[in-house]
């Protein structure tokens, strides 16, 4: 009864604050006990991954295990030779990115132009293959992460593939991201407009 | 299928020509209907003289308009009666074949004479009418499960977006979810990890908000050459709701916030599981999950039964079908802020994380593909909107940029919203170029294509393929044929 009055009265005042600002969202002091807590069962299944590894699960691929995972699961769409098909090409373009030429795109792909391997291994995870997302084991996510970066030339070796080692892996285009520094300020536009 | 595919040159030039395809197969369907805007007058008989009309030296909205796109369609928006029925007689489809969303009866000779349709034969859902046939049409990709549909804007009048009109963009089909089984779940550097039904999130406070979301990816095809000829084509990605919610601020304190926390990832429901990342500061600024559009239940291809808003924040990050919310330090790098929604300079870097939508306008009537039917008064009039704001002003230039002249707005101007604006114009029958262009309140001048390319390069056919928005320009010619042009 007493915690009810006090929810009431927080319930109030929080109220009088939105009213002076109609999209205010701000600190909200109150706490309304909706939902339930969420048990490490409840969230076991769900899978994201920072740089460092964080988050991503348990388990190890290796690259041999990959080749067989992307024949049987992925070339169909992605090409033998990972030069693309329904979906994206995923090998080659380095050297391309650095490009003023209207006729000619660079060409952007995991190995041109991924800055993180770990991004790899949550893709792949979450949404592929295209048609049966979420099929695959961690395992195979973990080989066929390897395979295809193997095939870049960005891994060699028989390391066993895992959180950690992709965290470690360098890619080519680590540093090409830079941050956001719009707006631009556009100065007079041209007195002189044509037809282009 | 990315938006672009950045594989090759010949590919990318594919794809382009089937998303020319694609309109041009939508406008060859249109120009035989009289209540498009691009209908032609070469597949129809000349307009009978309709008994009392006057239409001759009057003001060309008041003429009976079976005969010309742009007016027929002024036509119908005005409504003079003589006119409005001698469309819904020519217009007439074929029994049974209503157009989506329309349920198809037959048409009576005289409305007045005969009782129409029963009161609830509808089954309590109203359809829209049987002689409107406007509908988002969709790049044909390789596969339809990821792809994308563009809003009509050249039929738009006012600022909403009726929802079964709203551009999509989906990368893995539309999920189907049962409200009754949904959760979010929401941890990480949380004090307690909590999940959340759907009847717990509507319990919480709402709020409302009539917003614009639009794909970065919008006008894509538009930075080396005009490429797609309506504007549906051009700018067909943004559009406008009202969306209600609950405030993620109201979640995150519910769960605690962990000092430290910078980032959250919101995840979809869908089977591509879409993430982004969003910076923490913005999620309890203006944030929300969404579960109401127009006044009723979010649709489905629109993130049904939850989706997050993030106001003026590119449309991709607008997460739909959200299950799962986690927070951490750091972003999480994912795809979608890698591979994708980054926007590729020629020095080689790419802008990582340019989130905001900036201020753009564009006119939708008239525009590419439409035909003035001679010379006279027409209402130039489009949209703007920013991510930053509400619009300031519009000007609208008919001399392709050498002068401007102040639109007017029509309220309410809301910020992060589109604002509708109109110029009157009378158009003396030589070639003219259309543009407008807004500035926001933070008074950012929308930029001329010349200007934004001087700052983004066009390394490639799409240069940086996200965040075009510059002045669109239609060149009006003497036959009052108006076509999409470069011209800056």
Known sequence: MFTTTKLFLQVTACGALFALNTYAVGADPVRYGFGEPASAHDLQDFVSSLPDGRDLPAGSGTISRGKQVYDEKCASCHGQKMEGGVGDRLLGGRGTLVNNDPKKAPVKTVESYWPYATTLFDYIKRAMPFYTPGSLTNDEVYSVTGYILSEANILKGDEPITAESLAKVAMPNRDGFIPDHRPDHFKPADKHPRLR | ?488
């Open chain 2, 1 to 488: 299928m990315s938006i672009l595919d950045p594989n090759s040159d010949a590919k990318n030039k594919l794809k382009i020509a089937s998303l020319v395809e694609a309109e041009e197969a939508f406008l060859a369907k249109a120009r035989t209907n009289a209540n498009s805007v691009y209908f032609s007058q070469h597949h129809i008989e000349p307009a009978k003289p309709v008994k009392g009309d006057s239409s001759k030296g009057v003001d060309p909205l008041q003429r009976p308009q079976n005969r010309r796109h742009f007016l027929a369609s002024v036509a119908v928006l005005a409504s003079s009666s003589v006119a409005g029925r001698a469309i819904a007689q020519t217009t007439t489809p074929p029994e049974g074949k209503a157009p989506p969303g329309a349920v198809w009866r037959s048409v009576p000779e005289d409305a007045t004479k005969i009782p129409g349709t029963a009161i609830g034969e509808d089954g309590g859902y109203g359809t829209r009418s049987q002689f409107e046939t406007e509908v988002r049409w969709r790049f044909g990709t390789k596969t339809p499960l990821s792809s994308w549909s563009m809003t009509p804007l050249e039929h738009g009048v006012g600022i909403i977006t009726p929802s079964g009109l709203h551009f999509e963009r989906d990368h893995g089909g539309i999920a189907t979810i049962d409200p009754a089984t949904h959760k979010v779940f929401v941890h990480g550097m949380v004090k307690q990890p909590k999940k959340f039904s759907m009847l717990d999130v509507k319990r919480f406070p709402s709020i409302s908000r009539i917003l614009f979301i639009e794909c970065s990816g919008n006008g894509l095809t538009e930075w080396s050459k005009p490429t797609l000829k309506t504007v549906q084509g051009t700018h067909g990605l943004v559009s406008t709701s009202e969306w209600t919610g609950v405030p993620l601020s109201t979640i995150l304190n519910e769960v605690g916030v962990k000092s430290g926390a910078k980032w959250l990832l919101v995840e979809g429901g869908d089977a591509a599981v879409m993430t982004r990342s969003i910076p923490i500061d913005k999620a309890m600024k203006d944030c929300f999950l969404a579960y109401g559009q127009n006044g009723e239940a979010i649709r489905p291809e629109q993130g049904y039964p939850l989706r997050l808003i993030a106001p003026g924040y590119e449309g991709n990050t607008h997460i739909k079908w959200v299950r799962r919310i986690e927070l951490s330090d750091k972003p999480f790098m994912t795809r979608e802020e890698t591979s994708k929604y980054t926007d590729l300079l020629p020095s080689g870097k790419a802008v990582q994380f340019s989130l905001i939508m900036d201020a753009k306008s564009v006119i939708t009537r008239p525009s590419g593909e439409m035909t003035l039917s001679g010379p006279g008064f027409y209402e130039i009039t489009g949209l703007a909107w920013s991510g930053r704001g509400r619009i300031k002003r519009v000007d609208v230039s008919t001399d392709g940029g050498r002068t401007w002249k102040p639109a007017g707005l029509q309220g309410p101007i809301l910020p992060i919203c589109q604002t509708r604006f109109r110029f009157p114009w009378v158009w003396d029958g030589k070639e003219a170029i259309l543009q407008s262009r807004c500035v926001d309140e933070t008074g950012y001048v929308q930029p001329t294509l010349g200007q934004l390319i001087e700052v983004r390069g066009l390394n490639g056919p799409i240069g940086s393929i996200y965040h075009l928005n510059a002045i669109q320009s239609w060149k009006v010619d003497t036959e009052g044929r108006v076509s999409n042009v470069h011209y800056y």
